[in-house]
Structures are given as C-alpha cells and as structure tokens.
T-cell receptor, first 113, second 112 residues
Framework: NAGVTQTPKFQVLKTGQSMTLQCAQD?????MYWYRQDPGMGLRLIYY???????DKGEVPNGYNVSRLNKREFSLRLESAAPSQTSVYFC????????????FGPGTRLTVL | SQQGEEDPQALSIQEGENATMNCSYK?????LQWYRQNSGRGLVHLIL?????REKHSGRLRVTLDTSKKSSSLLITASRAADTASYFC????????????FGQGTTLQVKP
C-alpha cells in the first residue's frame, strides 16, 4: 500500500497562476482532507470531504476549491495564486469520520512569487 | 487563541531522558490525538485518547487526559535521537462535525 500520495512535491508559481494539487489514497477511506501548514503554526484545515460526492469548507477555504473525483482522489485547486498561499499543503484521509485517526501524505511545498 | 495549545514550544533533552509535552484546549472534545512530524515530512499518528479515557500507553509513549482541566500530556520515556521531531496534539470537538483542530506543536530535540 502506498497510503496517501501527493503530487507534485514542490511547485513554484507566479502570482495569478493557477494549479491543482493532486491527492490519492489506496486505503479505501471515506474521508479526505486538505490542510496547510505555515511556519510556527499547526495545520489548518482548508476543505474536507466526509464521503465521495460531498465537500465542505474548513477553517481557511478562501482562494481554494476542491473536487472529490472519486473515493480515492481529492484535488485542491488554486484558481489565482497569491503570495499568502505560500505554504506546505498536506492531504490526509480517514476511515470513517473525523473522530478517527487521519493518515497524511508527504506534503507539497508551494511557493508563490 | 487556538483550541489546542502546546507547552513547551521547544524541548531539548539528552538521549535516555524522558520528554513530557502538554496540550491544553478550550472546549469539550470527543477525542484528542497526538501526531509526530519529522522535518520535511508528513504527520504520523501516534495515539488517540477518547474523552472517557484517562490514560493510554503505546510502547514508550504514555498519554494522559484530564477533561476537568482540559489538558493532556504526552510522555516519551527513554528518549532516542530518532524521537527528534515536532509533536502536535489535535482535538476533535463534540460541538461540530468533528473536524480535527491542531495545536502549534512542540519541537523536541534529543541529543545523542
């Protein structure tokens, strides 16, 4: 099992460019999440998907959109990147609900110039 | 301030010593989880303790939960250099749909 995989590992964008971060899990989990991690701070939830076909906003959703493509895949899109979106992005998945353990991907380090 | 706050922010100890990290939170929880993050890597789940539990063990890890004080502690016994990492507590609130809310973390350095 690969667990949770994320692509790309690193990305540099110019302000205003768009991109999609990809996430996939092979653990047959129902729930998937996107977080961002900034220096000196814990992880903050951007969006989550409790199950295939549903998505909901987290703590910091502005400037992002998500798609739960199928049970395995959950993508995060930046439509018009801003320097404030420079961060490390983590995808995670969980078996049933938010009360369960979450399994994290290796992260995508994004820099917006 | 955040739901989960950890103390200390940084901790440096010698190999073989015990390391204790504390987490305080503000509102009622369903459970509290501890995660480890090695530099430049994703988070790894260590242990989950439910609101009706007071103590849990996993190998060299011991977690306590005091819901009356709204606090938890993570004890790593007989620390090793490989334990060097950041440790985060995360709470699942009872009041909403159970989103995981992370603290800012404790950075632990274990010197060989």
């Amino acid at each position: 099992n690969a667990g949770v995989t994320q692509t790309p590992k690193f990305q540099v964008l110019k302000t205003g460019q768009s991109m999609t971060l990809q996430c996939a899990q092979d653990m047959n989990h129902n729930s998937m999440y996107w977080y961002r991690q900034d220096p000196g701070m814990g992880l903050r939830l951007i969006y989550y998907s409790a199950s295939e076909g549903t998505t909901d906003k987290g703590e910091v959703p502005n400037g992002y959109n998500v798609s739960r493509l199928n049970k395995r895949e959950f993508s995060l899109r930046l439509e018009s990147a801003a320097p404030s979106q420079t961060s490390v992005y983590f995808c995670a998945s969980g078996r049933d609900s938010y009360t369960d353990t979450q399994y994290f991907g290796p992260g995508t380090r994004l820099t917006v110039l | 301030s955040q739901q989960g706050e950890e103390d200390p922010q940084a901790l440096s100890i010698q190999e073989g010593e015990n390391a204790t990290m504390n987490c305080s939170y503000k509102t009622s929880i369903n459970n509290l989880q501890w995660y480890r993050q090695n530099s430049g890597r994703g988070l790894v789940h260590l242990i989950l303790i439910r609101s009706n539990e007071r103590e849990k063990h996993s190998g060299r890890l011991r977690v306590t939960l005091d819901t009356s004080k709204k606090s938890s502690s993570l004890l790593i016994t007989a620390s090793r250099a490989a334990d060097t990492a950041s440790y985060f507590c995360a709470t699942v609130l009872t009041s909403n749909t159970g989103k995981l809310i992370f603290g800012q973390g404790t950075t632990l350095q274990v010197k060989p």
